[in-house]
């Protein structure tokens, strides 16, 4: 029974550059939430998306950040033109329907910009 | 803007000794959430209160949700040291889930 699955668990982009983060999901569940952890910080919210669609956006940054969930495949989480300030840990988490059941979260990805 | 406030930041505790972690919210909350996530490691649900002044134990840990369902508690009794890591609640207001700012529990043997 495999939980939350993210790839990759470490990656090193330089300044400018393209990060794509993905995430699957636990089988059965069709909800995906993207957060964001600075070190020694708490979660922070970004993006909850059903299957091909944003459900609320609210904590993605404007610019450069981007999110879809396909109808087939995983997650994406796209970061554009990265810079230093991106440099963080990011978990995906997925739940059965939506806030009242509890989410279960991938290993994260850390990614690191130079 | 809405926001889930935990106290404390920290707590150093000798092994053996209790702890407990306090989360407020200005707003009444659907449910609250409880996640432990060990150093270095992904947040793991611990679990869910619903219910107005229900309390929940896990074995040494105790969940409480108070009666104007505001605020929660989560108490060790006995740490260990694999009690280690940071403890987040996460309250329910409205149709979001609003992660408290987490305490970070240190355990000396």
């Known amino acids: 029974n495999a939980g939350v699955m993210q790839n990759p668990r470490h990656l090193v982009r330089r300044r400018g550059q393209e990060a794509r983060l993905r995430c699957s999901p636990m089988?059965?569940?069709?909800?995906v939430y993207w957060y964001r952890q600075l070190p020694e910080e708490g979660l922070k919210f970004m993006v909850y998306?059903?299957?091909?669609?944003?459900?609320?956006e609210s904590g993605m940054p404007k610019e450069r950040f981007s999110a879809e969930f396909p109808k087939e495949g995983p997650s994406i989480l796209r970061i554009q033109q990265v810079v230093r300030g991106d440099s963080a840990a990011y978990f995906c988490a997925s739940s059965r329907a939506g806030y009242i059941y509890e989410q279960y979260f991938g290993p994260g990805t850390r990614l690191t910009v130079t | 803007g809405q926001q889930v406030m935990q106290i404390p930041q920290y707590q150093h505790v000798q092994e053996g000794e209790d702890f407990t972690t306090y989360c407020n919210s200005s707003?009444?909350?659907?449910?609250i959430q409880w996640y432990k996530q060990r150093p270095g490691g992904h947040p793991v649900f611990l679990i869910q209160?619903?219910?107005?002044?229900e309390v929940k134990k896990q074995k040494r840990l105790t969940f409480q949700f108070g009666e104007a369902k505001k605020n929660s508690s989560l108490h060790i009794t006995a740490t260990q040291t694999t009690d280690v890591g940071t403890y987040f609640c996460?309250?329910?207001?409205?149709?979001?889930?609003?992660f408290g700012t987490g305490t970070r529990l240190q355990v000396f043997p």
């Open positions: 707003t009444t909350l659907s449910n």
């Open positions: 209160l619903v219910k107005s002044g």
């Open positions: 996460a309250g329910q207001i409205a149709d979001k889930l609003i």
């Open positions: 998306l059903q299957k091909e669609n944003i459900i609320d």
């Open positions: 089988k059965g569940h069709s909800h």
